[in-house]
């Protein structure tokens, strides 16, 4: 079993930035993807970024050049950088490693507005 809790989630202005961070404890050996997602009020959920095991990265055409994923091995710890950040990235995101099977985190709220 792998558990994930996200935390950095929280109130922002447009143009600003936030990191948020997924912590994983329990058995993550057969994980080979990582990824966020988020899911705005009343939408699909929708892929954020990914990056697999070889740290190559994958990021949906709405926050490329804007938000950084990247992982931290020795502490199990996966990550999104969020720069200039606009009201359309309001949403719940959610963290999820895959492996034998998909885990997901909580979610956390980031909220842009003025």
């Known amino acids: 079993q792998v558990q994930l809790v996200e935390s950095g989630g929280g109130l922002v202005q447009p143009g600003g930035s936030l990191r948020l961070s997924c912590a994983a404890s329990g058995s993550i050996v057969s994980i080979n993807t990582m990824a966020w997602h988020r899911q705005a009020t009343g939408k699909q959920r929708e892929l954020v970024a990914r990056i697999f095991n070889g740290a190559s990265t994958v990021y949906s055409d709405s926050v490329k050049g804007r938000f950084t994923i990247s992982r931290d091995n020795a502490k199990n710890t996966l990550y999104l950088q969020m720069n200039s950040l606009k009201p359309d990235d309001t949403a719940v995101y959610y963290c999820?490693?895959?492996?034998?099977?998909?885990?997901w985190g909580q979610g956390t709220q980031v909220t842009v507005s003025s």
């Open positions: 999820t490693f895959v492996g034998l099977r998909q885990y």
